[in-house]
């Protein structure tokens, strides 16, 4: 009985110590990180503009955007035509 006490009381110290090594060699910081590569807002493929409709609709586009001409909405996942008022 001693014997499987003290085994289990060891894994449970050796686990304990991997995890603590774990956390502390993966020096969480402020941002994302996939694969120890920092990811920032200048990576992303795309910039964004958020155009809110006279609804109160909230639309986001590419950062170039066509007055009168069919713009891609990304969030409702369609192609929308911007009109300047």
Avoid: P
């Avoid at 993966?26 to 609804?55: H, K, P, R």
């Amino acid at each position: 009985m001693e014997i499987l006490k003290l085994n289990t009381i060891k894994i449970l110290v050796r686990v304990i110590i991997f995890v603590f090594t774990i956390l502390m060699f993966s020096s969480c910081n402020n941002g994302w990180s996939v694969g120890n590569i920092d990811i920032n807002a200048e990576d992303s493929m795309y910039t964004f503009v958020e155009v809110l409709d006279q609804d109160s609709t909230s639309h986001f586009y590419s950062d170039h955007i066509r007055f009168n001409t069919d713009n891609w909405c990304f969030v409702h996942s369609r192609w929308e035509i911007v009109r300047k008022k």
